[in-house]
């Protein structure tokens, strides 16, 4: 075999193809033959079956690169971050119990006699630094500005709630906590968890009557 035959064999300049490459490539064209008799019976032509090879490839192609990627997760569509998730946490039976959801600008706002629960939901990864500056903002505003308007003359303290799709780094979780927010995260299970004083004190308030 000469340098160019081993060179359009190969690919490589000076090598010969190994007997698993030979199989391979046997089995590989048994395959596209058959497949190539199949759709002439059925009346597709090569051309068509080319079209075909290439639209499985590409789908093929999308299915690897969207299970590659990371989810993108917010408030509306995160399957691990449900509005009902967090409600049902709480061991209420919404209501049923007496309980009901304010409508804002807000993620979720849980209200039962001298209870707000105002929730801000939150995926973070690299950017935890910029949604946490960011939630903060949010539920103080929301807290001033929204929250009032629904309340009216009810005499229910808004206790802000952060929840994530993470648990968030220790120094936050303290800083949070200094601020007076109760902070929540879903695991990796999809479960909600949280800092170990505030489900403490959001279970106190949830079962208060």
Known sequence: MNEGEAE??????????????RTKKHEGDQAERAWRVENRERGISDKG?????????TMVTKRTHQQKSPTVCDARNCPQIQKGQIIK????????????????NFDLLV????????????TINANER?????????????????VPGILKNSKAAVQKVLVFSRRPDQT????????????LWFNS?????????????????????
């Not at 910029?130 to 929204?146: N, P, R, S, V």
């Open 8 to 21: 359009r064999r190969t690919g490589r300049r000076g090598e010969r193809p190994n007997k698993k490459q």
């Open 49 to 57: 079956y080319r079209r075909t090879a290439t639209k499985k490839a």
């Open 89 to 104: 946490s709480y061991d209420v039976k919404s209501a049923q119990d007496g309980w009901t959801t304010g409508m804002g």
């Open 111 to 122: 209200l039962k006699g001298e209870v707000a629960l105002l929730h801000e939901i939150k």
């Open 130 to 146: 910029l949604q946490i500056i960011d939630a903060i903002g949010k539920l103080t505003y929301y807290e001033a500005f929204d």
């Open 172 to 183: 936050h979780i303290d800083f949070l906590k200094k601020l007076g927010i109760s902070i």
């Open 189 to 209: 299970d999809g479960k909600l968890d949280g800092e170990v004083e505030s489900r403490t004190s959001l279970d106190k308030l949830v079962k208060e009557d």
